[in-house]
């Protein structure tokens, strides 16, 4: 079977700064494929290749066993694009903008973007300037969706969408999924694509740090813990903890990734005069921390 996206040594540079450096990754059919890294980590770029509105620096890039350079407009016409930058005509009502659209599109009406609109509780007859951020979110997403596309590239979808909304979000994707469409979307929170996604990409510096499944990433989450000391702890104090690997020190400050049981470490910490400690589930700044002390861990 032909994979929907097809990236093969895929780089693009600006001048002489980096976007996207040797990007090899394959996206199947019936898929939400997380694209996930800090900002300024290439994603926008990526995306933006994918519909020839950018060119690569070298590299190969197809969507459908399309090339997106010679068969733009086969690739396009199958494709639903929510940028990452909503530009929208600030004087015309959600209804007008998205008719315009649907006619770009070849489509009587507004497609699908009736009842998706609806199904967003988008208010359609008021002009676009006088929308939130949210309101606006969903003009760009309801445009992405109304052809009925058989990929959706959604870069940052989730920005400014209240929890409730992300949840009708959620919901689609879901269902655009099951009838064997595909998407692929870009974030920058850890947290959202594991929601979200069921294979993920990892992005920083404009190279990939990984690809797997939403599932193997999750079984690899930890919580970050860290405390500061009256006195900084010894070196090996918490060395050899069950679950505890220690991933950074800045003078009385220890940073700890723990999995499983909290006790050992507890008990380990309360030896020392702790005099503040902070925990929460560990973002991608995290992830990276653990990462990078891996791969120091593993070349010592
Ligand atoms: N038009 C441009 N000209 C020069 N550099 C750019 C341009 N667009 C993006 N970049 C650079 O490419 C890198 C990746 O940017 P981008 O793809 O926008 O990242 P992301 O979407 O992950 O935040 C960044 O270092 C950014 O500064
Ligand atoms: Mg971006």
Redesign the pocket.
């Known amino acids: 079977m032909t994979a929907v996206i097809r990236a093969e040594s895929l780089t693009k540079f600006?001048?002489e700064?980096?976007?996207?450096v040797d990007l090899g990754f394959e996206v199947e059919a019936g898929e939400v494929f997380g694209f996930l890294?800090p900002?300024?980590?290439?994603?926008?770029?990526?995306i933006r290749l994918m519909l020839d509105l950018i060119r690569p620096s070298s590299g190969r890039l197809k969507l459908f066993g399309l090339d997106v350079r010679k068969q733009s407009v086969a690739v396009r016409s199958r494709t639903g694009y929510l940028p990452?930058d909503l530009h929208l005509y600030e004087r015309l009502t959600p209804r007008e903008y998205l008719r315009y659209v649907a006619a770009l599109r070849g489509l009587d009406g507004l497609g699908d973007g009736e009842a998706l609109a609806e199904r967003f509780e988008l208010e359609l007859e008021r002009p676009i300037r006088a929308l939130s951020k949210g309101n606006r979110q969903k003009v760009g997403l309801v445009q992405a969706f109304l052809h009925h596309p058989d990929l959706l590239l959604l870069d940052e979808p989730t920005a400014g969408l209240d929890p409730l909304v992300q949840q009708t979000f959620n919901e689609l994707l879901r269902e655009v999924v099951t009838e064997g469409r595909t998407v692929f979307l870009?974030s920058h929170i850890l947290s959202e694509v594991q929601r979200l996604a069921d294979r993920v990409a990892i992005?920083r510096e404009?190279s990939l740090e990984l690809v797997e499944a939403v599932e193997t990433l999750r079984a690899r989450a930890f919580v970050r813990v860290e405390a500061t000391f009256g006195t900084p702890p010894p070196q090996e104090a918490f060395a050899g903890l069950p679950g505890v690997r220690e991933l950074e020190r800045r003078g009385p400050v220890v940073v700890l990734a723990l999995e499983g049981s909290a006790d050992p470490l507890i008990k380990a910490l309360a030896r020392y005069e702790v005099l503040a400690l902070d925990s929460h589930e560990a973002d991608l700044e995290d992830f990276f921390l653990a990462l990078y002390r891996k791969g120091k861990s593993d070349a010592e």
């Open positions: 600006y001048g700064s980096r976007g996207v890294g900002n300024g980590a290439g994603k926008t770029t990526t990452g870009s992005i404009g």
